[in-house]
């Protein structure tokens, strides 16, 4: 026998505690969920920035050796860098990087 009595009868308790309990079983869902989700989201944010990081100062090279040389020369640095950034950039995009695992 149960705290709500007669099992027979479906009464506004049993329906209240089967409805709060199987709330906090979604309830749980949704917390192991979003954790996951959160961790996903840190993982790429981490990511994104030691992406974006070495691009900054890859700027400050050039930008520094546009100044400090003549066009051609800028040009070749700059072109030389979009290369290298491509060639890195879209194996990884198609992922390279589960093969390095």
């Given amino acids: 026998m149960c705290f ?47 992406y974006v990081a070495p691009i900054g100062i890859q700027n400050l090279y050039v930008i520094n050796s546009a100044l400090s040389n003549n066009k051609l020369r800028a040009y070749i640095i700059t072109l030389i860098i979009i290369f290298f950034d491509i060639s890195l950039a879209v194996p990884w995009s198609y992922g390279l990087g589960l093969a390095v695992r």
Avoid: C
Avoid at 29 to 43: D, H, P, S, T, V
């Fill in 4 to 50: 709500w009595g007669n099992e027979d009868v479906l009464s506004y308790d049993k329906v209240l505690y089967l409805w709060l309990k199987n709330y906090t079983i979604i309830n749980r869902w949704i917390i192991r969920w979003w954790r996951r989700m959160i961790g996903y989201f840190i993982q790429g944010f981490v990511l994104g920035i030691a």
